[in-house]
């Protein structure tokens, strides 16, 4: 059974024009002065990711208007947590009276980790030092049933998760200290609340800036994830944690790319469009947004004419990694070469992944579309909750793709082994 996607799990509050408030997120250590970085880079943008550009990447920071709640533009607006550097995670385990959690809480952390950690350090390049930590390493008990909390899909503003994250705090206070932390986990036992085949509940508060204090910081960034996210497929125990990246994904200020009709904006060519099934990475766009490339690592190509680019395959550390063709001040297209390595395992066409994005366009609304290099073919891949017809997507040698609006062609000019040469032209300066 394919479970669709279609799940409504809001992710943010409107940040984007609160530019003085601080301290949104857990830890007092979050702020960009206090992030660890490189030497030399440049650094910019007040956001909670260290954004490394020059100023040829000026027209490519393309940007949404405040009304946007979570917004694909960069730098990502301030209020998440930091997404290079060690990121303390508290994680909690809880369970309640008529869902008691069976058998041993660090059972249910282990479904988790280290398996997320990994995760992140493949898909950071090293750069997210990701540390679930757990000071309590047993089943916190909330004092109300799951019932009374009243918990239902993807309404993370209900008073009943505030009053669960207030019991949270309440029921944990006296062994954490909560100022110490980036970010909260919540590992709800998987016996509260419907399978995640009938209603995937697992949420994020991120950048919340409405959220419940603890020792003096509010509870602005926490991921829950309920139930087990288990197919049938027997894959459970390999694939079953992406849930956590996924919302640990929002935390960091990523958007949802699946929309309410299901994963046919994105497919499987990022964990914030599918994260059911094989296991899959990010886009290079969301690489950058999180400050995991360089400045040299990515290309503008804003000004009007032919250029021919090198792309590195996106699962390997160092090269080129994406070209980003700006439109307008909001949305532009990008360009990046996706194999079958590191995280991206149900790659089944190698090539050119190119894709708009629109920081214009909210959170599960689709502000990132991929171009089908074959459209209705069915697709190359018949691996379980793998959205099949874009896994060929990619572009090959000898393959354009060619907007005539706005007069941007890409050519797939020559592969090898380790890179990909694209030509971009471009008729109009954006
Ligand atoms: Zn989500």
């Known amino acids: 059974?394919?479970?669709?996607?279609?799940?409504?799990?809001?992710?943010?509050?409107?940040?984007?024009?609160?530019?003085?408030?601080?301290?949104?997120?857990?830890?007092?250590?979050?702020?960009?002065?206090?992030?660890?970085?490189?030497?030399?880079?440049?650094?910019?943008?007040?956001?909670?990711?260290?954004?490394?550009?020059?100023?040829?990447?000026?027209?490519?920071?393309?940007?949404?208007?405040?009304?946007?709640?979570?917004?694909?533009?960069?730098?990502?607006?301030?209020?998440?947590?930091?997404?290079?550097?060690?990121?303390?995670?508290?994680?909690?385990?809880?369970?309640?009276?008529?869902?008691?959690?069976?058998?041993?809480?660090?059972?249910r952390y282990r479904e988790f980790f280290p398996k997320t950690r990994e995760w992140f350090a493949t898909s950071s390049y090293g750069r997210l030092d990701y540390r679930p930590e757990i000071p309590v390493p047993d089943w916190l008990r909330m004092p109300k049933s799951f019932r009374e909390y009243g918990i239902e899909r993807g309404a993370p503003f209900d008073p009943g998760y505030r009053e669960l994250v207030d019991d949270i705090v309440a029921e944990a206070d006296h062994k954490v200290d909560f100022q110490s932390y980036d970010l909260l986990n919540v590992l709800v036992t998987p016996n509260a609340g419907p399978a995640a085949l009938d209603t995937v509940l697992s949420v994020t508060f991120a950048g919340n800036t409405e959220a419940p204090t603890a020792d003096g910081v509010p509870v602005a960034n926490a991921s829950f994830v309920y139930s087990r996210q288990d197919d049938g497929s027997g894959s459970y125990d390999r694939t079953g944690y992406r849930v956590l990246p996924h919302e640990n994904g929002h935390v960091f200020g990523l958007p949802d790319l699946y929309t309410a009709e299901g994963g046919g904006a994105v497919g499987h060519w990022d964990i914030m469009s599918e994260d059911w099934g094989a296991n899959n990475d990010l886009l290079a766009?969301?690489?950058?947004?999180?400050?995991?490339?360089?400045?040299?690592?990515?290309?503008?190509?804003?000004?009007?004419?032919?250029?021919?680019?090198?792309?590195?395959?996106?699962?390997?550390?160092?090269?080129?990694?994406?070209?980003?063709?700006p439109l307008n001040r909001h949305s532009g297209y990008a360009v990046e070469l996706r194999t079958r390595a590191g995280n991206d395992e149900a790659v089944c066409r190698p090539g050119i992944?190119?894709?708009?994005?629109?920081?214009?366009?909210?959170?599960?609304?689709?502000?990132?579309?991929?171009?089908?290099?074959?459209?209705?073919?069915g697709g190359c891949t018949r691996t379980p909750n793998v959205h099949a017809e874009l896994s060929d997507a990619t572009f090959t040698p000898g393959e354009s793709f060619i907007d005539r609006r706005t007069g941007?062609?890409?050519?797939?000019?020559?592969?090898?082994?380790n890179t990909h040469r694209v030509r971009v032209s471009r008729t109009s300066p954006n």
């Open 353 to 377: 992944l190119i894709y708009r994005v629109d920081a214009n366009v909210d959170t599960g609304m689709g502000p990132i579309t991929v171009y089908d290099s074959r459209r209705d073919s």
């Open 408 to 417: 941007v062609r890409v050519t797939v000019v020559a592969a090898d082994e």
């Open 285 to 325: 766009w969301h690489k950058w947004k999180l400050g995991w490339l360089d400045a040299d690592q990515v290309d503008c190509a804003a000004d009007p004419g032919t250029k021919e680019y090198t792309l590195t395959p996106l699962a390997r550390t160092g090269g080129p990694k994406l070209v980003f063709v």
């Open 1 to 107: 059974m394919q479970p669709q996607p279609s799940r409504s799990r809001i992710s943010a509050r409107r940040l984007a024009a609160l530019a003085s408030v601080t301290a949104l997120t857990l830890a007092v250590s979050t702020s960009a002065g206090n992030s660890r970085l490189s030497p030399g880079s440049s650094v910019a943008g007040a956001g909670p990711s260290a954004l490394y550009r020059t100023s040829a990447h000026g027209p490519c920071m393309i940007s949404g208007d405040s009304h946007i709640q979570m917004s694909e533009g960069i730098p990502t607006a301030q209020g998440y947590t930091r997404s290079t550097g060690t990121v303390r995670a508290l994680t909690l385990m809880i369970d309640f009276s008529d869902a008691p959690g069976e058998g041993d809480a660090l059972d």
